[in-house]
Structure formats: structure tokens, C-alpha cells
């Protein structure tokens, strides 16, 4: 069974920085892009990074540019998403995502219920 585990989450000040963890298990992840979306209350969920399989080619949504950072540790299986610069704005549940094959390399548009979604971990900005 495929899991996806997001850790690393919680309540920091404006300013501040964290970095989130997505651990997969059941399946070995290496050639798999992953992806991280957000979902704030009452807001779609919002695609902002994601990593190719093999190389690790990161691409972002034009508003995670300059304060995320996606990378992938494939010995772990997981990745990462670094977050500088927190914003009030910020504050939502983050989620970490992959398709259900590894030939599918473009998953910014993957949606709920596509492929795996981990359960998602909070993230709250305080300003």
C-alpha cells in the first residue's frame, strides 16, 4: 500500500522559516516527479512545486518563486519543501502528491483524488 507522510508543520512567526518532509512508502519514488500543493480555508488547493523523477528538475507556481525550495532525497524516498520568508498568507495544509505512474512527469494539474495525496500537515504563519 502506498503512503505518502508529510511531518514539519506548525505555528511559526512572519519571518521565519520551515522545511517540510513528505516520506513515501509502498513504492520506491525515485522515478516518480512529485509535487506540493497547499490548501488554505475556504481557497482552492494550489499547486506550488514539483520535482521530476531522476534528475530532479524542480519547476514552481509563479507564486512559490524565490521562497520555496523543492528537492528529493531518493535514498529516503522523500522530499522536501523549504519555505523562507514566512507570510501571514502562508498559513494552510500543505500536501505532497505523485501520479499513479512514473511516465507522467507534468503533475501541476493533478488533482485531489489523482494518483496519491499524503493527509497533509498545518502550517500557520502568525503575524
Known amino acids: 500500500q502506498v503512503r505518502l507522510v508529510e511531518s514539519g508543520g506548525g505555528l511559526v512567526q512572519a519571518g521565519g522559516s520551515l522545511r517540510l518532509s513528505c516520506t513515501a512508502s509502498?513504492?520506491?519514488?525515485?522515478?516518480?516527479?512529485m509535487a506540493w500543493f497547499r490548501q488554505a480555508p475556504g481557497r482552492e488547493h494550489e499547486f506550488l512545486a514539483a520535482?521530476?523523477?531522476?534528475?530532479?528538475?524542480?519547476s514552481y507556481a509563479d507564486s512559490a518563486a524565490g521562497r520555496f525550495t523543492m528537492s528529493r532525497d531518493n535514498a529516503k524516498n522523500t522530499v522536501y519543501l523549504q519555505i523562507d520568508n514566512l507570510k501571514p498568507e502562508d498559513t494552510a495544509v500543505y500536501y505532497c502528491?505523485?501520479?499513479?505512474?512514473?511516465?507522467?512527469?507534468?503533475?501541476?494539474?493533478?488533482?485531489?483524488?489523482?494518483?496519491?495525496w499524503g493527509l497533509g500537515t498545518q502550517v500557520t504563519v502568525s503575524s
Open positions: 509502498g513504492r520506491t519514488f525515485s522515478d516518480y516527479a
Open positions: 520535482i521530476s523523477g531522476g534528475r530532479g528538475v524542480t
Open positions: 502528491a505523485a501520479p499513479q505512474s512514473s511516465r507522467n512527469q507534468n503533475i501541476a494539474n493533478l488533482k485531489l483524488g489523482e494518483g496519491y
